[in-house]
T-cell receptor, first 116, second 118 residues
Framework: DGGITQSPKYLFRKEGQNVTLSCEQNLNHDAMYWYRQDPGQGLRLIYYSQIVNDFQKGDIAEGYSVSREKKESFPLTVTSAQKNPTAFYLC???????????????FGQGTRLTVV | AQKVTQAQTEISVVEKEDVTLDCVYETRDTTYYLFWYKQPPSGELVFLIRRNSFDEQNEISGRYSWNFQKSTSSFNFTITASQVVDSAVYFCALSKMYSGGGADGLTFGKGTHLIIQP
C-alpha cells in the first residue's frame, strides 16, 4: 500500500543531543514537508522540499535541518540549537507537477519527541 | 501573509446533534485552496476536503457539508447527526494555488477539538 512512514513513533532525547526523524514515502510525490504540532498551536511548517537536492525553510526552521538526497526520503534533524524540541512532528507529501495543481497533502502518523 | 482562524477551541455536543465548525481565513492571494483535515487520537491527519478559491459551491458528502463564502472569507464545516466516531481535532488549512504546479506547504488553524458524547 502507498503511504508515508515515519519512524520512530516515540523518541526520547537528552538535552544537547541531535536526533534525526525518519520520513519515507512510496507515493512518488515530488514535494515533502515537515510540520511541528504543539498542544493548542495547530501545525507549523518547519521545512519543505519540492524536488530532490533542494529544500526551503518554513516558518519555524531555526534549530532544525533537513536533507533530500532521494525522492522517497526527507529526514529531519532536530539539533541542540532547538530550544524547545518536545513536540509532535508530522511529515507530509504531495504531488508537484504542471499537470497536477497542488492537491491535498498526505500525512504520516507522526513522531512524538520528548526531551528528557 | 496567510492566516487561518478557528475560534472554537473545543465543542462538546450530544450524539445525533448537528455541529458546525467555523473557519475564517486571510490571504492576499487571488487564487488559493482551502482544506479540512481530521486528526483522530492516533495523530495522523486525515484529508476531508479541498476547495479552490473560484468554486464557491457548497459540498455535501454524507453527513458532512461545507459552506464556502468568499465574501466573508469563511469555510465552515457542518456534521449532521453527529456520531461518537466523529470525535477528533479538526483543522482548517489554506495554501497558495500555483497554475504551473507547485507546493510550499499549508497554513493551518489551531484546530477545534470536537467531543461527541453518547
Amino acid at each position: 500500500d502507498g503511504g508515508i512512514t515515519q519512524s520512530p513513533k516515540y523518541l526520547f532525547r537528552k538535552e544537547g543531543q541531535n536526533v534525526t526523524l525518519s520520513c519515507e514515502q512510496n507515493l512518488n510525490h515530488d514535494a515533502m514537508y515537515w510540520y511541528r504540532q504543539d498542544p493548542g498551536q495547530g501545525l507549523r511548517l518547519i521545512y519543505y522540499s519540492q524536488i530532490v537536492n533542494d529544500f526551503q525553510k518554513g516558518d519555524i526552521a531555526e534549530g532544525y535541518s533537513v536533507s533530500r538526497e532521494k525522492k522517497e526520503s526527507f529526514p529531519l534533524t532536530v539539533t541542540s540549537a532547538q530550544k524547545n524540541p518536545t513536540a509532535f512532528y508530522l511529515c507530509a507529501s504531495s504531488p508537484w507537477t504542471a499537470q497536477i495543481m497542488n492537491t491535498e497533502a498526505f500525512f504520516g502518523q507522526g513522531t512524538r519527541l520528548t526531551v528528557v | 501573509a496567510q492566516k487561518v482562524t478557528q475560534a472554537q477551541t473545543e465543542i462538546s455536543v450530544v450524539e445525533k446533534e448537528d455541529v458546525t465548525l467555523d473557519c475564517v481565513y486571510e490571504t492576499r492571494d487571488t487564487t488559493y485552496y482551502l482544506f479540512w483535515y481530521k486528526q483522530p487520537p492516533s495523530g495522523e491527519l486525515v484529508f476531508l476536503i479541498r476547495r479552490n478559491s473560484f468554486d464557491e459551491q457548497n459540498e455535501i458528502s454524507g453527513r458532512y457539508s461545507w459552506n464556502f463564502q468568499k465574501s466573508t472569507s469563511s469555510f465552515n464545516f457542518t456534521i449532521t447527526a453527529s456520531q461518537v466516531v466523529d470525535s477528533a481535532v479538526y483543522f482548517c488549512a489554506l495554501s497558495k494555488m500555483y497554475s504551473g504546479g507547485g507546493a510550499d506547504g499549508l497554513t493551518f488553524g489551531k484546530g477545534t477539538h470536537l467531543i461527541i458524547q453518547p
